[in-house]
């Protein structure tokens, strides 16, 4: 099982794509142009704090609102290696399969998190924190087939003989 | 020794018996107008002041028609804080009501008044017989303090106009045309004087788009006799001339030109300046993305009708984002009344609140890269309607209309 | 055992009994493809190698953010939409028609029993004519135009049943807003919500778009009416043995059922920054308003804007107070134009923009800025979603706003 140790980012409950990644910015023509503003009508100041590797902890219905697929791919062009919430509104969950950010489901987590501390991950299997181990449920086949693809773009390339 | 137009108003102004060209003189404002292009600005320019203080605020008159509805953040702070002022100081406030040279000719202009307004476009006001001329900031905040200002009284070019425009031939391109031959600073700093016989076949519509059009010239303002149409208007809405003025008969020109109305044809202005003028057939086949028909310059009631009967049971070319802006909310419900929102929506055109929209290039029809755009607007500046690399023609109405139907540039009796 | 009516629609789609729980691969009805997605649904498109998409007829492209442009690179959208229909072979393409999730159903696309999935949350309205239509991201569309189909899983549902007359000033904005509040804003996350009772079948088929429209907010993947008689005259069609059977059966098992009566229903609003934060107007104490925004695809419908033109009606809306008027649609547009209802909006002051959406999605159409507060007919109150994050907005009724904007402070109809 894949194992990593990061630096967390703790948010609270109803983390919206609108705080993600404002409408504004969505006409640009990238990610990379549209990076300096997530999050920036909570905390203006954290994209440019965030580093790869970064994790965040967040509460319940993380990603909630709009279907814009820029607010996953905008945390995975930070560099969060991944996003542990209470609960993730679904397209926003879909969004993030699709482009191989992980989301994981955590009830205790958020609750015990002090922000800038150091969790390690071990995929489909536990979040270690401050000496205690938080349970993580695995993901539907479905969907693991998808992130074992690596995202749907591939798969789809896959599907259509452009790829292995 | 005589006077013109121009003379005799800022004589007036300047409670004297007599001015002539190149004095300079010290005025008394009818009217300061500030939109929320640049209020904003004047505010804290005001606010910065030692002693901040407004003369007379029942000469102020503030309009919001920019960015409305408002596009950024940036504007909406902008708004607030010229909407805060007005509120505070009870500063005659529209916001809504449409472009502000017709907000300013449906409600407050009369003939004989000098009027500045932190706007080029405020020429337009001598189409009721009015010296109306545009500032910066900083000169239209002195006027606000004190009252009063400087002017250089203009030289004037006078324009006697014969004849009747023919079928299908507008204001617009007269003006056009009028530009084309003196060229983008041929009236710099002076006035330019409409008159003649061939001036009464002009309705007030007419009237306010050829002045509104003149600082394209570079003209410090426009002025034209007050006649029976004009008195119509007046009555119409309501008031009465400040003071009547007609140029004596040995007033001093510093050129007189006599135009032949009838000799004039539809006219375009090609990018990047407004007196690059050629016969609208010339540029007939041009592709163009945005058509606009509206602004200060052509968004009246008397326009929207031209467009109207042109596009009425015709569609707008799929290619084309056809923008209907009325200049004013008067000229919106009255085009509802008469049935031409209908025809326009029918037609598949886009129908903007009263603003400045795409003339102004900023908030709504904005231009992308490569695009290009036939508008009533008043200019056709490199980027003004959006990207800088852009294209803007200036046309009529009825140009405009027929060129959103046909997806390229044509006049209208070019319509299949 | 009996079948609720997401798990009807899927079986119906896949040729198989479905239940909740169960992942299916079903075939697209309909897609909706809005402008501000396309760029990145056309790019994704090519990138998974696909050349053609697989049914030209079913994909509608609706440009309705970003028209008439409010930033130069705007219009890029524009074009990538308008080529990419081109190119495809894609009649459905409205450029500057309304909001597409009015559009929709409202042209004649979607049907009672269609599967539909859009490019954007609010896709969940469809669900206002009977079809199961759900937002998802534009990775998932490009897989959709090529393919055609989308894995879904079967999800549960909570069964909202309300009875009885609802009271004068009360529209059905205040009863899904009082649903979200009780729901919370993840309440109903994966879940389909089915409305039943004979409030909603006494309800016209605008008035079940907007709790349609909004039920994203509980975070539902979709949100259901049965079809009914004013389903199908709606849309044009007499209703199939199909179509007809699409109601929960009484023995279908529902995870939740929530009872309503409709007497109990007040006036609310959503008030700043979460749509589940729900509160009676008559608790909102004294509150000055800037801005009064009636539109969207939640409320900008004419029934919307008829209910706002009897409130104003001979009067004028306070000083310094704008309303932003913004259709739905080029029909609600002509209609509202036709019976007079423009002209009295105008009257009263309003300021009556071109279909679109306007200021819901933020981009223009009556931005804010720090310390303002607006009342809105939308469906969302997230911070900086109108403005800067000091932007204080109110989610309320057509009827609400348009008080609101009479007195220049949040109130309801009747006051």
Redesign the interface.
């Known amino acids: 099982m894949e194992k990593f140790t990061g630096r967390v980012w703790v948010m609270g409950?109803?983390i919206?794509?609108?705080?993600i990644m404002?409408?504004?910015y969505?006409?640009?023509?990238t990610i990379g142009e549209m990076k300096p503003y997530a999050f920036?009508?909570?905390r203006p100041e954290l994209a440019a704090q965030i580093q790869p590797g970064d994790i965040i902890v967040a509460g319940?219905?993380f990603g909630?609102?709009?279907?814009?697929?820029?607010a996953?791919e905008v945390v995975k062009a930070l560099g969060i290696k991944c996003v542990i919430a209470k609960?993730?509104?679904?397209?926003f969950f879909?969004?993030a399969i699709?482009?191989g950010l992980l989301l994981i489901e955590n009830a205790d987590l958020a609750d015990d998190m002090k922000e800038g501390d150091e969790i390690t991950v071990t995929v489909n299997e536990k979040i270690e924190y401050n000496g205690k181990d938080y349970p993580i449920v695995s993901l539907?086949d479905?969907l693991v087939e998808i992130i074992d693809a690596g995202?749907?773009?591939k798969a789809?390339?896959k599907?259509?003989?452009?790829e292995d | 020794m005589g006077m013109t137009i121009a003379e005799k108003i800022i004589a007036r102004a300047a409670k004297m018996e007599s001015v002539k060209a190149n004095d300079i003189c010290t005025v008394e404002l009818d009217y300061l107008m500030s939109n929320d292009g640049t209020t904003h600005i004047t505010v804290d320019k005001y606010n910065s002041l030692k002693h901040p203080r407004i003369a007379d605020v029942s000469k102020l008159v503030w309009i919001i028609d920019h960015n409305l509805p408002c596009d950024s953040v940036k504007t909406a702070a902008s708004h607030k804080k010229m909407r805060d002022f007005a509120r505070a100081n009870g500063i005659k406030f529209y916001e809504g009501e449409g472009v502000c040279h017709q907000v300013m000719m449906e409600n407050h202009v009369r003939p004989g008044q000098l009027i500045f307004g932190a706007d080029s476009h405020t020429c337009a006001y001598g189409a009721l017989g009015a010296f109306g001329t545009g500032v910066g900031n900083t000169d239209y905040l002195y006027a606000m303090v004190t009252g009063t200002s400087w002017v250089l009284v203009p030289e004037t070019l006078r324009f006697n106009l014969h004849g009747q425009l023919p079928e299908g031939v507008y204001a617009r391109d007269l003006i056009l045309t009028i530009i084309g031959q003196i060229s983008a600073s041929g009236a710099t700093y002076k006035a330019m004087e409409f008159g003649g016989e061939g001036l009464k076949t002009l309705d007030m519509a007419a009237r306010m788009s050829i002045c509104n059009l003149c600082v394209e010239a570079g003209a410090k303002t426009a002025l034209m006799e007050v006649d029976e149409i004009t008195m119509d208007y007046l009555k119409e809405h309501g008031r009465e001339p400040a003071a009547v003025f007609a140029p004596d008969e040995d007033a001093v020109y510093s050129e007189v030109y006599d135009i032949d109305l009838s000799s004039i044809k539809p006219i375009v202005a090609k990018p990047h300046f407004v007196d690059n003028v050629c016969d609208a057939k010339d540029a007939a086949g041009i592709h163009i993305d945005e058509a606009f028909l509206g602004s200060c310059n052509n968004g009246r009631i008397e326009d929207l009708r031209v467009g109207a009967e042109i596009i009425k049971g015709r569609k707008v070319n799929p290619g084309v984002r056809f923008l209907v802006v009325p200049a004013s909310r008067a000229v919106y419900e009255q085009a509802m009344k008469e049935g031409l929102m209908e025809i326009f929506m029918e037609a598949g055109a886009i129908v903007m609140n009263p603003n400045c929209s795409v003339c102004w290039g900023s908030c709504q029809g904005v231009i992308g890269e490569g695009e290009t755009l036939i508008s009533t607007g008043t200019r056709n500046f490199k980027g003004r309607a959006g990207h800088r690399e852009s294209f803007v023609y200036l046309a009529s109405a009825a140009t405009v209309t027929a060129s959103a139907i046909m997806g390229e540039i044509a006049t209208a009796d070019m319509i299949k | 055992m009996g079948h609720t009516m997401i798990e009807k629609i899927i079986a119906h789609n896949v040729g198989r009994e479905v239940k909740p729980g169960d992942i299916v691969t079903v075939n697209s009805d309909y897609v909706m493809l809005d402008d501000i997605m396309m760029p990145f649904i056309v790019s994704k498109f090519k990138e998974m190698g696909f050349k053609k998409v697989w049914d030209p007829g079913k994909v509608v492209i609706i440009c309705d953010h970003l028209v008439p442009a409010s930033q130069v690179d705007d219009t890029r959208a524009y074009h990538i939409s308008c080529d990419f229909a081109e190119e495809q072979g894609i009649g459905n393409l409205h450029r500057s028609d309304g909001i597409c999730h009015q559009l929709m159903t409202e042209a004649g696309y979607v049907k009672p029993g269609h599967v539909v999935f859009g490019t954007d949350s609010h896709t969940t309205t469809y669900g206002c004519v009977g079809a199961f239509s759900t937002g998802i991201g534009y990775t998932e569309m490009a897989g959709i135009l090529g393919t055609g189909q989308l894995w879904v899983r079967v999800p549960s549902t909570i069964k909202v049943n309300i009875t009885g007359k609802l009271p004068e000033n009360v529209m059905s904005k205040d009863i899904i807003l009082r649903i979200i509040g009780d729901l919370t804003a993840a309440g109903a996350t994966y879940k389909a919500l089915e409305f039943t009772g004979d409030t909603v079948e006494n309800m016209s088929v605008a008035s079940r778009m907007t709790m349609t429209n909004m039920a994203i907010e509980a975070g539902a993947k979709c949100g259901l009416f049965a079809p009914d008689a004013k389903t199908a005259e709606y849309c044009g069609i007499e209703l199939d043995e199909f179509q007809a059977s699409l109601k929960g059966d009484e023995d279908a098992v529902y995870e939740a059922v929530m009872n309503y009566k409709a007497e109990d229903f007040v006036p609310v609003m959503a008030v700043p920054s979460n749509v589940d934060h729900v509160v009676p107007i008559s608790e909102l104490g004294d509150v000055n308003v800037d801005q009064v925004f009636l539109g969207s695809c939640t409320n900008g419908r004419l029934e919307d804007l008829m209910a706002a033109a009897e409130i104003l009606k001979g009067k004028k809306i306070a000083p310094y107070v704008k309303m932003i008027v913004t259709p739905a649609s080029r029909k609600v547009y002509k209609e509202a134009l036709a019976n007079g209802t423009l002209e009295i909006l105008s009257a009263a002051g309003a300021i009556i923009t071109h279909p679109s959406c306007g200021l819901c999605c933020g981009r223009t159409g009556g931005i804010l800025t720090d310390g303002e507060v607006v009342v809105a007919t939308n469906n969302r109150n997230f911070l900086g979603r109108m403005g800067t994050s000091k932007v204080n907005i109110y989610l309320a009724s057509p009827k609400s706003a348009a008080a609101s904007a009479l007195a220049g402070k949040i109130c309801s109809a009747e006051i």
């Open positions: 409950d109803d919206d794509t609108d705080i404002p409408t504004e969505l006409v640009f023509k920036s009508p909570l319940k219905n909630c609102g709009s279907s814009r697929e820029q996953p609960s993730f509104a679904r397209i879909r969004n699709n482009n539907p479905n995202g749907l773009v789809m390339r599907r259509n003989g452009l």
